[in-house]
């Protein structure tokens, strides 16, 4: 059993702490929610312990499909055990169908469905507002090298076919989602911190209802009630 160590960081939805050894870290759910890069801030009651298990849930799935993860070991309601990475400062989107920021930047209707699944690469840093930016950005930039790039493009695609799969046998559209890779200390490419409601959009795929994150950022309402509703789609109804 790990011991949870000093606190390393404080994300807007996570801690994050040492352990014993250096090569783990405990990752602790908080049911804090911001949006547009904190300037609209509340909690979900209940939310870090959906998205740990649910997070959990999926890269288990993922590990079994050969997607190399930072996933250990569920310790808690809201803790889990994983290797320690360095997080690479892109934020990794995948969109299925058009939504969110591709619909306003681009005049798109929301639902309007791609052709094929789309990778976008945004730049991780608050204090820019996290821009979107180019694959030649993240290796001029040395945000990471052009193999990792593209291993991660590669890995995110393989991550949303596996996910848009499970997820439609369970009535829910996987529109997009956004992820984020580490490197561990021999530079091999984890996927890393977590694919909850807060990270996708997941629609229901008959009623189109929201069933993640948007409830809170567009003040829907119901937004306990969608994050249940992933759980129990996910598990199966199981506890
Ligand atoms: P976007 O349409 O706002 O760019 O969002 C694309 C996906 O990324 C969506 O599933 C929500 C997720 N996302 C995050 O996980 N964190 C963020 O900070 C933002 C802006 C989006």
Redo the contacts with the bound molecule.
């Keep these: 059993m790990a011991v949870k160590g000093k606190q390393l960081y404080e994300g807007k939805a996570k801690k994050v702490f040492a352990t014993e050894t250096p090569d783990y870290y405990i990752v602790d759910y908080k049911d804090d929610a911001t ?1 547009f ?1 904190g300037v609209k801030r509340g909690s979900i009651y209940g939310k870090g312990v959906v998205n740990n298990k649910m997070s959990n849930i999926f890269f288990e799935i993922l590990e079994q499909n050969g997607i190399p993860t930072h996933f250990v070991e569920t310790l808690s309601d809201r803790e889990t055990l994983v290797r320690a990475v360095t997080i690479v400062p892109v ?1 990794v ?1 995948v ?1 299925n169908l058009v ?5 306003k930047r681009l005049g798109l209707e929301e639902g309007m469905e791609l052709s094929r699944p789309i990778v ?1 690469f ?1 730049y991780k840093n608050d204090e820019l507002g ?1 821009p979107l930016i180019t694959d030649d950005h993240v290796e001029v930039l040395g945000l990471a090298t052009a193999a990792q790039r593209d291993e991660i493009k590669a890995l995110a695609l393989k991550v949303n076919s596996i996910l848009k799969e499970f997820l439609l046998a369970r009535q829910v559209t996987l ?4 992820i984020e890779f580490g490197l561990d200390k021999t530079g091999r490419v984890l996927l890393a911190d977590e694919i909850s409601p ?4 997941f629609w229901d795929s008959t009623t189109g209802d929201k069933l ?3 409830r809170f950022r567009r003040d829907l309402g119901g937004v306990e009630e969608a994050y249940a509703e992933m759980m129990q789609r996910v598990t199966g109804g199981a506890k």
Excluded at 99 to 103: P, R
Excluded at 175 to 178: G, H, N, R
Excluded at 198 to 201: E, L
């Design positions: 949006a890069n934020e989107v969109r939504a969110g920021s591709m619909a976008e945004y996290d529109v997009d989602f956004k807060d990270t996708c959009r993640d994150k948007d």
